[in-house]
């Protein structure tokens, strides 16, 4: 139980596709995550919210798309992605106001784009 | 900007011997570090922490000391186990302030140090 769960686990998507990937925390926690990451590539972090505001967009291309309706739930969007957008997709969330408080990550969203 | 530098491996070791993972920061404050562990088909886990100079972080037999003289944060545990076979990231936390909702917390991650522990 890691207390943030993703889902899908698994997509499969062509390119001209929509769908979207779903984030839930039950840890209490008002900073949200999106990190991307990729075979042999550092953890790239996409998108950052807090208290549902986005604070951070890291120059992602506008075919991702992040929602957060509330400080529990985050939403990525996807819609017309290209082949190197394959990867596993991780959600994080951390308490955010306190100092030294650690990020605690779902399971993440291995999606292939065909 | 913030940095976190680790060996890169792969790290093949052998059941019950000492393992070390290098880890080095840049940050222009005094930041928070952290392991994180990956076993495989898993998002990170967070395996142990530090939040200030010369605290060490300890969990399930790793251990961690913040070195601020040495800027290092190196991961060591005496008896590795084939269960502790995974890939191993060492971050450090950044206090930004947005100015509006209070403060968030971005983590600088390195590249990360696959083990291979075997039998």
């Known amino acids: 139980e890691t207390g943030v769960t993703q889902t899908p686990r698994h997509l499969v998507m062509g390119m001209t596709n929509k769908k979207s990937l779903k984030c839930e925390q039950h840890?209490?926690?008002?900073?949200m995550y999106w990190y991307k990451q990729s075979a042999k590539k550092p953890l790239e972090l996409m998108f950052v919210?807090?208290?549902?505001?986005?604070?951070e967009n890291n120059s992602v291309p506008s075919r991702f798309s992040p929602e957060c309706p509330n400080s529990s739930h985050l939403f990525l969007h996807l819609h017309t992605l290209q082949p190197e957008d394959s990867a596993l997709y991780l959600c994080?969330?951390?308490?955010?106001?306190?100092?030294?408080?650690?990020?605690?990550f779902g399971d993440g969203t291995r999606l292939s784009i065909l | 900007g913030d940095s976190v530098t680790q060996m890169e491996g792969p790290v093949t070791l052998s059941e019950e011997a000492f393992l070390t993972i290098n880890c080095t920061y840049t940050?222009?404050?005094?930041?928070?570090l952290f392991w994180y562990v990956q076993y495989p088909g898993e998002g990170l886990q967070l395996l142990l922490k530090?939040?200030?100079?010369?605290d060490k972080g300890s969990n399930k037999g790793f251990e961690a000391t913040y070195r601020k003289e040495t800027t290092s944060f190196h991961l060591e545990k005496g008896s590795v186990q084939v269960s502790d076979s995974a890939v191993y990231f060492c971050?450090?936390?950044?206090?930004?302030?947005?100015?509006?909702?209070?403060?968030?917390?971005?983590?600088?991650f390195g590249k990360g140090t696959l083990l291979t522990v075997n039998p």
């Open positions: 840890l209490g926690h008002n900073a």
């Open positions: 919210y807090n208290f549902k505001e986005q604070t």
């Open positions: 940050a222009t404050g005094y930041p928070s």
């Open positions: 530090a939040t200030k100079a010369d």
């Open positions: 994080a969330s951390s308490q955010g106001r306190q100092g030294g408080q650690p990020q605690h």
């Open positions: 971050a450090l936390s950044d206090l930004r302030d947005p100015g509006s909702g209070g403060s968030n917390y971005k983590l600088t």
